[in-house]
C-alpha cells in the first residue's frame, strides 16, 4: 500500500511561483510513474505532468508548458512541481498521482492508470 501526501499550496499574485511537495510513505516512488493533476471547481480533473519509470522522461501539459517543472528525488522519496509564472488559471486542487505500471508515453496523461492519489492541496492565483 502507498501513502501519498500533498504540500506546498496556498495563495499567490498573478506572476508568482510556488513548489508542491508529494510525499510517499510505503514504498519506494523511485519505481513508480508519478502525476500532478488539478481540478478546478466545477470542472473535471485534468492532467498537469507526469516523471515515468523506468528512466525519468518528463511530461507536460501545452497550458503549463516551460512553466511548470516536474522531479523527482529519491532519497527524500519525493516528487515535486515547481510552478512559475503562475496564472489566474492554474487556480484549483492539485492531486499527486502513482502507478506501478509501465506506462507508454501518451499513458502518462491518463487519469484512469493511476491507483495511487493523495488528498490534494489547493492552489489559488488571486490578486
Known amino acids: 500500500q502507498v501513502q501519498l501526501v500533498e504540500s506546498g499550496g496556498g495563495l499567490v499574485q498573478p506572476g508568482g511561483s510556488l513548489r508542491l511537495s508529494c510525499t510517499a510513505s510505503?514504498?519506494?516512488?523511485?519505481?513508480?510513474?508519478m502525476a500532478w493533476f488539478r481540478q478546478a471547481p466545477g470542472k473535471d480533473r485534468e492532467y498537469v505532468a507526469g516523471?515515468?519509470?523506468?528512466?525519468?522522461?518528463?511530461y507536460y501539459a501545452d497550458s503549463v508548458k516551460g512553466r511548470f517543472t516536474i522531479s523527482r528525488d529519491t532519497a527524500k522519496n519525493t516528487v515535486y512541481l515547481q510552478m512559475n509564472s503562475l496564472k489566474p488559471e492554474d487556480t484549483g486542487v492539485y492531486y499527486c498521482a502513482a502507478t506501478f505500471r509501465r506506462l507508454i508515453t501518451s499513458q502518462v496523461r491518463d487519469i484512469t492508470e493511476f491507483n495511487y492519489w493523495g488528498q490534494g492541496t489547493q492552489v489559488t492565483v488571486s490578486s
Open positions: 510505503g514504498r519506494t516512488l523511485s519505481t513508480f510513474t
Open positions: 516523471i515515468r519509470y523506468p528512466g525519468a522522461s518528463t
